[in-house]
């Protein structure tokens, strides 16, 4: 099993096969939405058995191998306790490739020249790696999260000195009070230390910090400068919370964390384009920029597809066929140009952003793209 991450997906996209056609599956296996393996078992079975009628019918029967050793694969089970969807790439002995991911996908099997990575693209985007500080005067808890599953957590505890509610203790009252606020700052810088350290071993993207207003401003000015440029959020969570409390809000912070990104980039996308420099929308004018390497970020709406063509001698990618405009080669038809665009654009180094149910987007065009110049 590959770890998934950009390179991992850049490698894939750069794969090619000269001899033989590649076998791209992806697998919903959600044990709440899928209870029964044998459910799973019966869907790849039945995918496979379309791709393998299709793939014989089109010349393709070179990939049949692939298609069995995929539903294979399946067959002999896996962890579901942390696995909620399966991304599988085969081609002959050239490649083998299979993510285990702790996210949903959506079913999907294809016989292409090259991998499909749409949807691992759109994993890692919308997933980056979270933190999740939670402190108070004597407790504090660090968790890292990397594509929603539990990568770290940590737990610190320090306990104050006796209250000046004790027996035999009333009559020091002000040194006391100063002696347990100045343990509660040590615990707190503490905390800070330990949230570092949590970065240092799991790098994350975004920090949420969880404190009451009795630490809020002491662990917001004790955090390291790298963890302050990181604080997405402050949210009102106790420390006592249950993991399970922790992982939910987690998740509910990284989903509007993303969906604000993917929101400010649609927008700086859509006044690029209607200024004329900066930026282009629709997917013409898009696939034109990407051809031409002026593409930064390639800007998606999930689940977009159009049919197009690609040039076999120069690779370039277009809305129209069937001559080349920029070679004058033949060009092949392909039943997804928004992919072709998609992995072109990871090999060009562009960022892909892969946005969700943004009407801004859909009405641009359902793709767009921020340019290099």
Known sequence: MTLLSEESIRNLASFKASDRPVVTAYLDVDGKRWPRFQDVESRIDHMVRDAIDAASANGHKEAVPDLERIAAHVRRGLDRSRTRGLALFSCGDALWETFELPVRVKDHLVVNQSPHVRQLETVVDNYPGLGMLLVDKQRARMFVFELTRLVDKSELFDELPRNDDEPGEGDRGEPLRSHLAEAARRHVKRAAAVAFEAWKQHPFDHLVVCAGPEVIHDIDADLHSYLKERVAAHVSLP????????????????????????????????????????????????????????????????????????????????????RCSRCDGEMTFVDDVVEEAVEEALLQSCHVEMVVGNADLDVAGRIGALLRF
Do not use: P, Q
């Open 239 to 322: 420390t006592n919370s249950s993991e399970s409390a922790i992982v939910a809000a987690a998740l509910e912070v990284e989903e509007r964390l993303e969906r604000e990104k993917e929101a400010a980039v649609v927008t700086r996308m859509r006044e690029a384009a209607g200024a004329g420099r900066g930026g282009v929308a629709g997917l013409e004018a898009t696939l034109a920029a990407l051809c031409e390497r002026r593409v930064d970020t390639l800007i998606v709406s999930d689940g977009f597809e159009a049919e197009g063509w690609r040039c076999g001698s120069c690779l370039l990618v277009s809305a129209k066929g069937r």
